[in-house]
């Protein structure tokens, strides 16, 4: 059985509906779709410990996952163990070989990591003097260094575009004479949104510049104070333009595997987090836990050919242990998901809790958690903890904080979300560091806009 296994970057879950994105919709419809598929972080650097590794992004210090010397093993570790010939495809430093996601990898099409663009970007930003009147004027702008080196490289846009991903997917997949694993990690519904043309005016008027949407996205995510109302509604367009341009793309890809590849093969979709647009007055994906940020789309498309919809609670940590059982492959004892895929023989309880934290750093003032019930407790820093009935309070409005009326509920959160950063603390004690260079890792994160 061959496997493909797809994380679109910064997807929500309420974007992929038939109007918007009609193959991927349809795609879902003929799997088993999970409705409650929640992320383990509000980003890709804690997202993919899970995705990838079967871990917390917490249990470890620093970004990504510990070297080759860790007794945890990845996914494709254990699928290539198996006979397996693996692949990955990213144009995401924060999951790239830099931060060890090549572990198991035959092959590492990782962009981020290695492109000559990324290299001279970070020359200039080096060797250049930062007060002088040249380095200021590069970066006017959201990443203006980009938008020249990505212009003098005769790329179109600042991530690489999933056709050319995909591409090179299908180049792979050909040459293949045994059961594969491959990951696609598309990055086109990362801001700034730079979807073709022909996409745009489906939802502008015109197409817009690429300076003028890395400026609206530099606002969004560094100043929404900032934007009114018709910048954060050009946004959203901009957004649901890169959606419809990513849906014709993995549409195209979901019929090559049909009618090219073998019918044996496992397809499991989902994204690394979502994405704000003007909600609680955020853009971007936040080092906040609202819905929007961690509520991702989940469907998985198997040989049996079963479909249906689950309502239960699950997370991303919970999918490399399905995509094992699924190829009938043990889970590894130190992995902390479980098998979710529904089965006549096997009943699989319900996620009670599904944790979301940052991690480099243990912070106990900055994670959440949320109950199968629809209860979720929040600690966000300096707005302090937040008891939501999502029920009752769909919009997560922070004046209807219940702490005080539901002391209960309050305490069995606060119980569990404490117990979970007691075992990540645990497990740090260890001491199997993930990356720690500060300096790449503060790079990283301004190129893909979590810091200014």
């Known amino acids: 059985m061959n496997i493909l296994y797809i994380t679109v970057d910064a997807l ?21 779709e999970y409705v409650r598929c929640y992320a383990n972080g509000p980003g890709t650097p804690w997202s993919f410990p899970a995705l990838l590794g079967g871990r917390y992004s917490a249990s470890t210090e620093g970004f990504g996952i510990p070297c080759a010397n860790d007794p945890r093993p990845t996914l494709a570790e254990v699928l290539q163990k198996k006979g397996y010939v693996t692949a990955g495809f990213t144009d995401n430093r924060f999951a790239s070989s830099e931060y060890n996601y090549d572990r198991g990898m035959d092959s590492m099409f990782d962009a981020g990591a290695t492109s000559s663009d990324k290299q001279l970007k970070q020359i200039v930003r080096e060797r250049l003097d930062h007060d002088g009147i040249l380095y200021q004027s590069l970066l006017k702008g959201y990443h203006l260094t980009d938008d020249i080196i990505v212009n003098l490289r005769g790329r179109e846009t600042r991530f690489v575009r999933a056709e050319s991903l995909i591409s090179q997917l299908k180049q792979w997949i050909q040459d293949q004479s045994t059961e594969w694993f491959a990951w696609l990690h598309p990055m086109d519904t990362h801001a700034p949104y730079e979807a073709p043309d022909t996409y745009q005016v489906q939802y502008l008027d015109e197409p817009i510049s690429r300076r003028h949407s890395q400026k609206i996205a530099q606002k969004a995510v560094h100043h929404p104070e ?55 007055g955020l853009g971007g994906h936040p080092q906040r836990f609202w819905e929007e940020v961690i509520h991702v789309p989940c469907a998985i498309s198997a040989p049996d050919n079963k479909d249906a919809k689950i309502t239960d609670q699950i997370s991303l940590v919970d999918l490399p242990p399905t995509i094992l059982a699924l190829a009938g492959i043990d889970t590894p004892t130190e992995w902390v998901g479980k098998n979710i895929y529904p089965s006549a023989n096997v009943v699989n309880p319900e996620r009670e809790f599904v944790f979301i934290d940052v991690g480099a750093e243990l912070n106990r003032n900055l994670v959440a958690v949320r109950r199968a019930d629809n209860w979720k407790l929040l600690r966000h820093h300096e707005d302090g903890e937040l008891l939501l009935d999502l029920d009752s309070n769909p919009i997560e ?32 004690n260890k001491k199997r560091e993930a990356v720690e260079d500060e300096e790449m890792i503060e790079e990283h994160l301004k190129e893909l806009g979590y810091l200014e």
């Open 226 to 280: 900032d934007l009114n109302e018709s910048e954060w509604k050009m946004q959203q367009r901009l957004y649901k333009s890169e959606c419809a341009y990513l849906d014709d793309k993995l549409g195209d890809l979901f019929t090559y595997i049909c009618q090219k590849v073998d019918d044996n093969t496992l397809i499991i979709f989902t994204a690394d987090h979502g994405e704000m647009h003007g909600e609680h």
């Open 397 to 428: 409005d922070p004046s209807k904080d219940k702490q005080e009326n539901e002391s209960d509920v309050y305490q069995s959160l606060t119980n569990a979300v404490d117990a979970h950063l007691d075992a990540m603390d645990k497990d740090r």
């Open 12 to 32: 929500r879950a309420d974007h992929v509906t038939p109007s918007l994105m009609p193959a991927t919709s349809e795609f879902i419809n003929q799997g088993v």
